[in-house]
């Protein structure tokens, strides 16, 4: 197994109508490799305790979601997993989430999902452009 440092976490809001993707920032994070050749991983995030009800709120559905984290560099382009929270663990100002999920292949459908959300949060021309290539 190989470990990384988690620069970045997003997940695709699926409870609303519409969906998006939500930037959680991170108070720490690591990510790790299981190399048991299925390309799955393991996130630990520490974030905020404000999000707790939207992390619970996946765990209670069972259901995997779309996530997009940045490992070891900022400037590194964001990969794509299928994950489902695993364990939520409530500390004194933040939490602890871990999610299990594999890694898929970047395809052009997850470039769409990112720029139909940043579409929506109302970016435009070269603003649109700038924030896009920092998604990817």
Same mark, same amino acid.
């Given at each position: 197994? !190989?470990?990384? !440092?988690?620069?970045?976490? #997003?997940?695709?809001?699926?409870?609303? *109508? *519409?969906?998006?993707?939500?930037?959680?920032?991170?108070?720490?994070?690591? /990510?790790? #490799?299981?190399?048991?050749?299925?390309?799955?991983?393991?996130?630990?995030?520490?974030?905020?305790?404000?999000? @707790?009800?939207?992390?619970?709120?996946?765990?209670?559905?069972?259901? *995997?979601?779309?996530?997009?984290? $940045?490992? $070891?560099?900022?400037? #590194?382009?964001?990969?794509?997993? $299928?994950?489902?929270?695993? #364990?939520?663990?409530? @500390?004194?100002?933040?939490?602890?989430?871990?999610?299990?999920?594999?890694?898929?292949?970047?395809?052009?459908?997850?470039?769409?999902?990112?720029? *139909?959300?940043?579409?929506?949060?109302?970016?435009?021309?070269? !603003?649109? /452009?700038?924030?896009? !290539?920092?998604?990817?």
């Amino acid at each position: 197994m !190989k470990t990384f !440092k988690l620069v970045d976490l #997003n997940v695709e809001r699926v409870d609303k *109508e *519409e969906q998006s993707i939500e930037q959680f920032p991170l108070i720490d994070g690591l /990510i790790i #490799n299981k190399e048991d050749g299925e390309n799955h991983w393991l996130i630990e995030a520490l974030v905020q305790k404000e999000h @707790l009800s939207f992390f619970e709120q996946l765990q209670n559905s069972q259901s *995997e979601a779309k996530v997009f984290v $940045t490992i $070891t560099k900022k400037s #590194n382009r964001p990969a794509q997993l $299928t994950a489902a929270v695993k #364990n939520i663990v409530k @500390l004194e100002e933040s939490i602890q989430v871990l999610l299990y999920g594999q890694m898929v292949t970047r395809k052009q459908q997850g470039t769409e999902t990112i720029l *139909e959300s940043l579409v929506k949060e109302g970016y435009t021309g070269t !603003k649109l /452009i700038e924030a896009f !290539k920092q998604k990817l």
